[in-house]
C-alpha cells in the first residue's frame, strides 16, 4: 500500500507543468520538492512512520492546481489561498490512500497533518510543518529573497522570525547545530533574526 501511495504522488507531480534545474537535470517543479520533504523527514526524524512518509511527500501535490492567481490579491486573499491549498492536499493524498487500502483512521490522520489542523498540539501536523518549514530554509528562502528586492531588512527579519515561531524546539535545535545548510547570503540575517 505505502509504495503504491508513494508512486502515485510521484505520477501527479512529474506532471507539474513548473519546471526547475537542479545539479544539471531537469524535475517537475513539485517533484523535487517531494523529494526534498522526504530527505529532509530522514534526516530530522529517521524514526517517523510512514504514514508520515506520505504527509510529508504530498505536502505540495499538485500545488500548481491551484494557483496564487484565483483568490484575491492582498494578505486576506493569501490566507484565502493557502487555507483552501491545505484542503486540497490533503484531499488529494488522502483519495490516493482510499484507492490503495488505508483505513479511514489513517486517513484521517494524514490528512490532518497535511492541513496543518492543530499546530502545536498534534505532534503530526508540527512535524510536518517542521519539515516544511526546514526545506524552505535549506533550499527556497534564498531564491524568495531574491524574488521580493523590494523587501528590506525589517521585512526579512519578520519573514524569517515567524517561519521560525512555527517550528518546535526540535527543529530549532537542528536548525542551530549545523544539520542543515543555511543559505550563505543569508546568514547574517538568519543569524540576526534569531538573536
Known sequence: MYQAVIKAIDAANAVDPN?????????????????????????????????MH?????????????????FPMGKQGYYQW??????????RVTALMK?????SEECERVYAAVAKKNIKRNPDSQLIEDIASLVFIEH?????????????EQKWLGIIRKTWQKMSNEAHE??????????????????????
Open 54 to 70: 506520505i504527509a510529508a511527500r504530498g505536502q505540495h501535490i499538485e500545488r500548481w492546481r491551484s494557483p496564487r492567481s484565483d
Open 99 to 103: 484507492t490503495a487500502g488505508y483505513a
Open 174 to 195: 537542528f536548525v542551530l547545530t549545523g544539520n542543515i545548510s543555511l543559505p550563505e547570503p543569508l546568514k547574517p540575517l538568519i543569524t540576526k533574526a534569531l538573536n
Open 19 to 51: 519546471r526547475v534545474q537542479q545539479d544539471d537535470q531537469e524535475f517537475a517543479k513539485e517533484s523535487l520538492y517531494a523529494m526534498r520533504m522526504t530527505d529532509m523527514l530522514n534526516r530530522f526524524n529517521p524514526q517517523a512512520d510512514e504514514l
Open 140 to 152: 527556497y528562502m534564498l531564491d524568495f529573497a531574491s524574488s521580493k528586492p523590494d523587501y528590506d
Open 82 to 91: 493557502r487555507t483552501a491549498l491545505y484542503d486540497f492536499h490533503a484531499e
